[in-house]
C-alpha cells in the first residue's frame, strides 16, 4: 500500500483478561495459558521522513539503543541488507509520544516494537508476511507476536501459541499504580502457582465474572506493592476485578462507556489511571490494513 507521510499510530495498550501458568519447562520456560486483548489506548507514534535514521521521545529517558523501537528497526534494516538486491530505505523519523507506564504489565514496549516493524515493513514495501514479522517480533520480546498478529487471542506455550478469540467489546477502567514489578523475581517466585489446569481450547468460554479465570500472579503481587492491593481494592468494590500480565496495572471491566466514566469519576486522587475501550482487532491494524 502507499503510504503518506508523516504518518501517526496509535500503539495500543494490551490487557491479559487472565493468566494461568499450566507448569514449568525442563528449560525454565513457563507454560501458559492467556487471553490478549487490546484497547483504545496507548502511545502515540509518528512516523516522518529525514534525511538519517532518527528515534526521539517526549521522554528523552527513552532515547537508548535498548529501546525495542530502535532495535525492531536495526532488525529490518539487517534483513534488507541480507537480500540478494537490498533495497534503498528511505530514512525514517520516528517520534514517540509516551503515556503507558513502563512495567504495568499492559505492554508498551513490546507494542511500539510491533507498530515499528509493521509501519516500517509498509513505508519500505519490504513485503514480510505477518508470520516473518512475527518471528522478528518475537526475538525482540515474548509479548511483540502479538502485537504484530493484531488480533485478540489465546496465547499457549510459552506465548508463541496464538488463536484468535474474540470477545465482547467492553469497556475498562485501568488502575496505574506507581509500581515498578519485577517479572523475574514473579517467575522464580516459589509462591507462583504452577499448575493451574489447561483449559481446552473449544471449552474456554470467558466471562469476566467467572472466577476460573484469573491472574496467577496477582497474589504475588499484592503481597509485594501495597500501591497495586490498594488499586485493586478499590476497583473490587466495583465489579471483578484483576492485574493484567506481571503487573502493575488493574483493570475492571464494565458494559458502556458511561458506566466506565461514573466510577472513574469517583477515583480517589491518590490513585490513577484511564478509561478505554477495548479492541478485538488492534488500532494499529486497524489504521495500517483498514481493517
Known sequence: MSLVLPMTL???????????INGRLPNGYHELQSLFHFLDYGDTMTFSESDQ?????????????????????NALVEINSL?????????????LNKVLPMGGGVGGGSSNA?????????????????PQLEEIGLKLGADVPIFVRGESSIAEGVGEHLTPYPVNEAWYVVLTPDAHVNTA????????????????LSEIDYQAVDPQFKNDF???????????????NWLLEYGPARMTGTGACVFAEFCSQDEANEIFRRLPVELAGFVAKGCNISPTHQTLFGQ
Open 218 to 232: 496477582e497474589n504475588i503481587v499484592i503481597k509485594g506493592y501495597p500501591t497495586v492491593a490498594k488499586s485493586l
Open 83 to 95: 537480500r540478494d538486491k537490498p533495497q534503498h530505505l528511505q530514512p525514517i523519523h520516528i517520534h
Open 10 to 20: 496509535l500503539s495500543p495498550a494490551k490487557l491479559n483478561l487472565f493468566l494461568h
Open 114 to 130: 510491533a507498530t515499528t516493524l509493521l509501519a516500517l515493513n509498509e513505508i519500505w514495501q519490504l513485503q514480510l508476511s505477518k
Open 53 to 73: 535514521h532518527l528515534f526521539t521521545c517526549d521522554n528523552p529517558e527513552l532515547e537508548t539503543e535498548d529501546n525495542l523501537i530502535i532495535k525492531a528497526r
Open 185 to 200: 523475581m514473579l517467575f522464580n517466585s516459589d509462591s507462583l502457582p504452577r499448575d493451574t489446569a489447561k483449559i481446552p
